[in-house]
């Protein structure tokens, strides 16, 4: 599976003040990994990346105020509202263990003990105390996963052996159906 050079990273939700600072909702872990972002990525039409070179930032809130060095009024500012920053990959400093969600997002989930593949990640909830794995089973439907270390044992995003390798308890996978008949 190929990583994708820039990952998205904020988006800008207004201006603030006059001198063309924007105010960017954080997609990331902590709004101090965006704040030490030097050069942040706009995607163009026709997919390449603009770079715009981080003159200063600040957090407010959950958010964070960025000044970039080209843009340099609010009416400027204004035109970028909406728009989605992205960073370059290599820009970011992850701990160890840690992995991109973008990596982690179509790998497949893998049963640690047996080695049965029971579906791929398609997608993953955050904003929660934990990220929740959702699932496209290979039976059909899906179902979720909470990225905890009981279930999720290991991730490896990529290689022969790239996958979520998980231990799951009965149920999690397949729960069980309501109207049966009860057993006595």
Sequence with gaps: MGRNKYLLCAKATSTHGVSGTLRLENYTDSP???KEL???YKKEADGSYT??????TS?????????FEEI??????????GCEFYADRNDFNLS??????????GLDVINAESGEKYGVVSDILTGRIQ???VVSDINGGEFMIPSVPDFVKNIVPDGEISGVYVNLIEGMRN???SGGEKSQ
């Design 51 to 56: 770079p715009l070179n981080v003159e200063k």
């Design 131 to 133: 990220d929740i794995y």
């Design 72 to 81: 340099d009024s609010v009416e400027d500012a204004i035109a970028y509202k």
């Design 175 to 177: 729960p069980p159906q």
């Design 32 to 34: 101090k990994i965006l």
């Design 59 to 67: 957090i407010q809130k959950e958010a964070v105020l960025a000044k």
């Design 38 to 40: 030097k050069v942040m």
């Design 96 to 105: 160890e263990g840690s992995v991109f969600i973008s990596d982690i997002i």
